[in-house]
């Protein structure tokens, strides 16, 4: 599966992400450099291909780190809260 993630995104991710595969195939997207529309044009964001289990661990790691560091004291989610359901999001719309 392919997603464009913008560097903000990904640097999040490798940061709170467990470190091995998928933590590699991250940093070789950012790399690789930035997607190019009409392989010219700078979108400002970056093409990650994952396979179907690893979205599925992405999609398992930000449903914990939701729970451990992105709702507030009133059960809403905080800054960091409303980071992680973006990503969630982004990683089931396929």
Same mark, same amino acid.
Request: charged share 25%; net charge negative.
């Given at each position: 599966?392919?997603?464009?993630?913008?560097?903000? +995104?990904? =640097?999040?991710?490798? @940061?709170?992400?467990? =470190?091995? +595969?998928?933590? +590699? &195939?991250?940093?070789?997207?950012?790399?690789? /450099?930035?997607?190019?529309? *009409?392989?010219?044009?700078?979108?400002? *964001?970056? !093409?990650? #291909?994952? $396979?179907? @289990?690893? &979205?599925?661990?992405?999609?398992? +790691?930000? $449903?914990?780190?939701?729970?451990? *560091?992105?709702? /507030?004291?009133? /059960? #809403?989610?905080?800054?960091? /809260? !409303?980071?992680?359901?973006?990503?969630?999001?982004? !990683? $089931?719309?396929?």
């Amino acid at each position: 599966m392919g997603f464009l993630l913008d560097l903000t +995104e990904l =640097q999040f991710l490798l @940061e709170w992400l467990p =470190q091995g +595969e998928l933590t +590699e &195939v991250i940093e070789n997207s950012i790399n690789k /450099g930035e997607h190019l529309a *009409k392989e010219t044009y700078p979108t400002g *964001k970056y !093409f990650l #291909e994952i $396979s179907n @289990e690893q &979205v599925d661990v992405i999609q398992e +790691e930000l $449903s914990m780190l939701l729970t451990a *560091k992105g709702l /507030g004291n009133d /059960g #809403e989610p905080n800054a960091i /809260g !409303f980071l992680i359901e973006n990503l969630i999001d982004r !990683f $089931s719309d396929d």
